[in-house]
């Protein structure tokens, strides 16, 4: 019987038949072997330190790069003002952003942010078109949203592209 540990733990791994993992909480390095790889998350207890951890599979289809990027942002339909946020990781299809919860809007998903910000080593900015597809309250005064680029220009898609290069 599973014990109820609301401080349970998740990583998130690539699915494959042996699959590398590092425990969250004693970084004990291991493997787990599977036949085939799995399509959904399972949990497993560590061997080392017994705690519950889940696994979640990456379902991505791109390389996402983390990075600590100063941007501003405009939800789409609003007049306030661009405001200052931080782009968190960022991959060819679109990005994770952090900032202050001041809009409620910030809570709904399908909306529409303009972002403008510029990727190192260049200093002139770009600006594009973002869906919100998923928020999370990480404090009363912070949210990170996940964003899906939209209609993304030549321009914009190439240097986002060299960026993301290893």
Do not use: W
């Not at 014990?3 to 699915?15: C, F, K, L, M």
């Not at 299809?93 to 303009?114: A, D």
């Not at 996940?146 to 209609?151: A, N, T």
């Amino acid at each position: 019987m599973m014990e109820n540990n609301t401080d349970q733990r998740a990583i998130t791994v690539y699915p494959s038949t042996v699959i590398p993992i590092e425990c969250p909480y004693c970084k004990v390095k291991g493997k787990i072997k599977r036949e085939y790889p799995p399509e959904k998350k399972f949990t497993i207890i560590c061997p080392n330190c017994k705690k519950h951890i889940t696994i979640n599979i990456n379902t991505r289809l791109f390389y996402r790069k983390d990075i600590h990027l100063e941007a501003y942002y405009q939800m789409k339909g609003t007049k306030s003002p661009a405001k200052k946020c931080e782009i968190l990781d960022m991959s060819r299809m679109g990005l994770s952003l952090k900032c202050h919860k001041i809009e409620p809007i910030h809570k709904k998903t399908g909306g529409v942010m303009l972002l403008k910000f510029a990727l190192p080593p260049r200093k002139e900015s770009i600006k594009v078109s973002c869906e919100v597809v998923r928020t999370i309250e990480e404090t009363d005064k912070t949210i990170t949203m996940g964003l899906k680029f939209i209609d993304l220009g030549e321009y914009e898609e190439t240097q986002i592209g060299f960026f993301l290069l290893p």
